[in-house]
C-alpha cells in the first residue's frame, strides 16, 4: 500500500488529532526511529508530556490499514503520537533498519493467532427468538394501525391544518411509533412536526413545507401498506429474516453485513473512485449525515455510502471526509434497494488514480440524457424512493440560456442545471459552474442528481462534479 497524506488523513478519528500528530512530526519529537528490513514494522519513541517518551509503532503485516500502537493514555485510536509517526514516514524521515523488538513480536504473533481463529471458526449463526419476533411483529403492525390512522386523518382533514396543529402532538405520535419498533415512521411523523413548525414560525416557507409533508404522508402511506402485506406474511408463516427488501430498512431496521452477505447483496474485488461527498444535517433524526457518491470503474455503477453521527455520540463515532484516491475493497455489500444502491465495506486499501483510470471515468457516464431521463423517472414514480437519481452524463456543451445553466449531451438533448432546493444552501452549486477556468475538455461528464422541480414541472439536473479524462472537478464539498 502507498502512504499518502490522505491516509492518514482518514486514519485520523477526528481532524485535531491528525493535525496534532503533523505538529509533532514537524518539530522533531520523535527520535530512536528504526524498521524491520521488510519494511512491515515501524517504531519510534515520541516526546511526550512526562519524562519518559513513549514507544510508537506502525504495523503492516496485515492487509488494509496499519495496526498503531503507542503507550500512551489516549483513548484516541490511533492517537497522534501514531499518526506522527505516519507523517514521519510519509516525510521520508530516516529509518535505521532494526531486528524486531521481542514485545513487538509477541504482539505481532498475539494478533496473527486472532485472525487465524476467526478465519477458522465457522460464522455463527444467529437463530431468531421465535416468540420474541412474534411479538416484535406484532407490536409493529399495531403501529402501523395507528400510523395509518393519523395519516388518514391529515389527508381527508387537509393539510391547511397544519397550520393549527401542534408540533408536540405528532412528536408525541412520533414516540409512540419507536416504542413500537418502526423507526422509519417514527422519523417520518419527526418531519411532518418540523414542517409544522416551519408553517407556523415562516409563513413565507408555507407552501414549500406543505408539499414536504405531502411527500412524506405519501410516502408513509405507501411504507405503511407494504409493510403490512410483508409482516402479516412474516407473521404467518414464521419466517422472521429480513430478505431482500427495501421495507426493512424503511421500517427502520438495520443491516448487519453478515446478512447482507447471507441474502447474497454483495461483490467481490470492487474499485471504486469518489465522485461527490457531502456533509449535511438531519434534524428528524439528530444526526450528521456524510455522505459519498462513488463511480465503479468495473461495471460504471454510481453507488452511495452515508456515514451516520448521532449528534449526542459525536466523539464516538469516526468521522468521514472527502476521498480523491481509488479505493479498493475485497467485498463490497450492496444494501436492497434500487438506483443509488447504499453500500458499505469493512476493509480497503487505497492508492492514486492512474492516468489511464482517470481518462476511462468519463466513458462511464449513460450514452446521453435520454437514458438517464427515462431512469429518473421510474425512480421518482416509485413512492418509497429518493425523489431524485444520480447520473452521469456526457456533456456536449455547457452554456446560459435565458439566465440559467443549460447542459446539450453529444446528441443535442439539453437539461436545465438548478440546484436542488431540499439538498440545502450548502449544496449550492450551479453558481460555481461560471467559475470553471476555461472551456469544459473534450470527452468530459458532467455528475449530478437528476431530479423533478415542481415550480415549473420540469425534469432538472443539479450539479455536483465535472468528471474530465484527466481530473474530478468539484463543484461543492
Known sequence: MELTEQFILLQAPNPAAAENGRK??????????????????????????????YRVSADWSGDGA?????????????????????????????FQTADMPQDLAEKRARQAARAAKREAAPPKERKPNAAAQRKKLTKQLEGLDLAEKLAEDLLSSGLGTLAGSSAQTYEKLAKDLGSCYLTGPQTALTRIALTVRTVQSAPDQAEAAYEEALRILIALRATIKKSRVLLTEKLESGNFSAGDSALYEALGGVWRLEELKAIGSYRENARLVQLSFDVAVDQAKREYVERGWWLDLDGGEIFQTRNLRPLKALKYVRGEDSRFDLVETPTLYLYPGEGDRRVRWETC??????????????????PGLAPAVKRAKGQIKNTLADKFLSALVPIGRVGRIGGEFVLEDPAGDRI??????????????CSRLALLPGEIPLGSALFGLMFYDGRDRSLCLHPYSVVTPAEIIRLHY
Open 416 to 429: 436545465v442545471l438548478r440546484d436542488r432546493a431540499e439538498e440545502g444552501a450548502n449544496r449550492a452549486a
Open 349 to 366: 486499501s487505497s492508492r492514486p488514480v492512474t492516468p489511464e483510470e482517470h481518462s476511462a471515468l468519463p466513458r462511464l457516464a449513460q
Open 66 to 94: 496499519p495496526v498503531c500502537r503507542c503507550s500512551c493514555p489516549s483513548r484516541q485510536f490511533p492517537c497522534k503520537h501514531a499518526l506522527g509517526l505516519l507523517f514521519e514516514i510519509l516525510a521520508g524521515r530516516p
Open 24 to 53: 509533532l512530526s514537524k518539530k522533531g519529537a520523535f527520535s530512536g526511529r528504526c524498521r524491520t528490513e521488510d519494511g512491515t514494522l515501524y517504531w519510534a519513541d515520541c516526546a511526550g508530556s512526562g519524562k519518559t517518551p
